[in-house]
């Protein structure tokens, strides 16, 4: 019984082997939408937005514009918060085209409380928790097709807010 056995080269094995693994993170990257994800990652990240004290100049570093108001903007804040360091918001919009949606908050030490960007395709809705000075308009800003659209609502702080 004689069997022919090929040897293969031991540095061109290593070769292939490291060949083969950025080729199939590729292809898994690919088939499970990574890719866009990874486009997302390298958007800059809007550091000095989020240091400017007033509303219209963290708007103005963030879009270039201001906001209209909008009745398709729905701003969801309580009336009252009884903790001004755990206060939930949420923001959805009817608007085609949702690009991105900006939480300002016009009473705290830096206006921009959240900011996120909405993939194509995806139903506009954030929610978060934000931590609030004191009493304050809250600002929901979305921008769709271009344009800039917000709902305000005031909300009362009544203990322990950012602020003490």
């Known amino acids: 019984m004689n069997q022919s056995t090929e040897t293969i080269d031991p540095t061109r094995r290593l070769i292939l082997k490291g060949a083969a693994v950025p080729a ?5 990257g690919i088939h499970f939408g990574l890719t866009p994800a990874l486009a997302a990652a390298n958007d800059k990240y809007p550091e000095d937005a989020f240091r400017q004290k007033s509303i219209d100049d963290t708007l ?25 360091a755990v206060v939930p918001i949420s923001v959805s919009s009817t608007l085609a085209d949702v690009t991105s949606i900006s939480i300002l908050v016009a009473e705290n ?3 921009l409380a959240a900011s996120y960007k909405i993939p194509a395709g ?3 809705n954030v929610a978060n928790r934000l931590k609030m000075a004191k009493t304050s308009n809250v600002i929901a800003v979305v921008e769709a097709g271009g344009k800039l659209y ?13 602020g003490g």
Do not use: M, Q, W
Not at 24 to 28: D, E, K, N
Not at 66 to 84: F, M
Not at 150 to 162: F, L, Q, Y
């Open 122 to 124: 995806t139903i506009a």
């Open 60 to 84: 103005k570093l963030l879009y270039g514009k201001t906001a209209e108001a909008s009745d398709k903007v729905k701003l969801d804040a309580p009336e009252i918060a009884e903790n001004g």
């Open 109 to 111: 030490p830096n206006a």
């Open 24 to 28: 199939l993170v590729g292809f898994a």
């Open 150 to 162: 917000s709902a305000t609502r005031e909300v009362k702080v009544t203990v322990g807010g950012c």
